[in-house]
């Protein structure tokens, strides 16, 4: 939200008017402009209706999470989370900023007519009482400001429907409850249609939705999996996950096209409902991982998750700076034709985990790979060792190094990873020990910094082999989850009740194995 809007805002909500300037516009044209500014105070934080008539305020927003999702600048925003966040009305109050404007063109999605009829009640509802003269056309589902500002509201059910809106130009999109749509094609099709001729007419995409629908998976990689919550982010291709930039031989050659940005919703974000306790409970009563999306905004539960344990507020932590007498050591799942995974630890005194530093990359050579690591590991301090899958000590051909002997000799050393058999089980069972939360020193026995988005977002989404339940479905996306397995399983661990300081025979883990060099 630009400053002069945030101004006015305020400015209404105190019942204050803006100071006067000096004009040589005509009488009707001064007309026009107090036809077009809003009938009704606004505060300034847009969120669920409260009609309090007393004061004359339509919209009263909260702090925090609908504040901000109507004071985004990114290009592409996502407002989502837990049910009841007042998600809807805050959809319904963005495009009213621009609704003075004669050039604005906005779009208004659901993804069936049933549902849009919804949002089109509420909005009637609320816009005459906002905009003195504004006037909905059945006929034609828009909105008309008396200043020629025109907002449509329509619906989006198949993919063949963005066909209806092939040559049209809208400065704004809005999709409501965007996880309905099963893929993102309608997403990336209306992207086309958004362009603005006046300068001073930015061009925005909206969304609001909650976890879960037939769309979460895309969703997810689109605007959750990138970046910590609430953090703006360069917009990322969600299949190869490298930032959208500008071509080579481009003015803009190398930055990045467009931000984007991701804002959770709570049920506590909406005091109406919260304070009530009557939609907690019944949201409380649902089945875990209805419950865990709908109330807790879960974006990493889903049905027949192999790792339910994982929760992003417990596993995954802020940076911060590794003392050098920390043990640490990288391990590495190898592929060229499918993707490279490499995963950085830091073992802490109290024997906790810390995956600090990921590399997800594809088609490299695995010479090229080792280059990457050293270069990657230059203020790391040391590595103790690593840990690379064994098959990758296989020769290829009758003569020639292996891929692990060609990484060996560019300095990238290591030793092969456990591939007996059982082996996936029990690391399977291994990292379920390390994300529980350790008795004694109350946190979990595994974290990861926020800095690591392709491992943080593949984990939670690995499902379990239906065929083998103690195993996940090896033809999910698992390159970091199998590098994750190795370093894990390379670690010795003990117990402090198998520690004897006489030095007897323990029947626990060794303290420490030679072999591993430490």
Known sequence: MSNIVRTKLEAYASGQTMPKKRSTRSKKSKKVEQEQKPSIKVVDKIETISIEEKNNVIFKPNAGPQTDFLAAGEREVLYGGSAGGGKSYA?????????????????????????????????????????????????????????G????????????????????????????????????????????????????????????TNPGG?????????????????????????????ALRYPTGHA???????????????????PYLAEQGDYEAMLLSLPEQQRRQLLDGDWDIKEGAAFTEFDRNIHIVEPYRIPNNWV????????????????????????QLIVYRELYVGKVLAADLADRIIELEAEDG?????????????????????????????????????RSKGSRVSGKNEIHRRLQVDEFTEEPRLVFFNNCTNITSQLPALPIDKKNPEDIDTHSEDHLYDALRYGIMSRPRFSVFDYDPMGRPSSGMPVADSTFGY
């Open 149 to 208: 500002a025109r907002l449509w509201m329509s619906y989006l059910d198949r993919d063949d429907d963005v066909l209806r809106y092939q040559g049209l130009a809208f400065s704004w999109i809005g999709f409501d409850e965007l996880t309905q749509w099963a893929t993102p094609f309608a997403w990336n099709y209306m992207r086309s249609r958004l362009r603005s001729t006046a300068h001073d007419l930015p061009i925005f995409m909206r969304a609001t």
């Open 91 to 147: 959809m319904l109050a963005d495009p009213l900023r621009y609704m003075g404007h004669p050039s604005f063109s906005g779009l208004l999605l659901r993804h069936t007519t049933e549902e849009l009829r919804e949002l089109i009640y509420k909005s009637q509802e609320i816009y005459p009482r906002i905009w003195s003269g504004i006037k909905w056309s059945e006929r034609k589902m828009q909105w008309v400001a008396p200043s």
């Open 214 to 242: 037939r769309g979460h998976h895309w969703v997810k990689k689109m605007f959750i999996d990138p970046a910590p919550y609430g953090k703006k982010f360069d917009a990322t291709d969600i299949e190869t996950g490298e």
């Open 382 to 418: 040391g590595m103790r060792y690593g840990v690379l899958d064994s098959s990758l000590w296989h020769k290829r051909g009758d003569t020639g190094p292996s891929l692990a002997e060609q990484m060996i000799m560019r300095g990238c050393r290591w030793r092969p990873s456990d």
């Open 328 to 351: 640490k050591f990288r391990a590495c799942d190898y592929g060229y034709g499918s993707k490279s995974g490499v995963l950085w630890f830091a073992v802490s005194p109290s024997e």
């Open 252 to 270: 803009k050659a190398g930055t990045a096209l467009f931000k984007r940005r991701f804002i959770p919703a709570r049920l506590s974000d909406n």
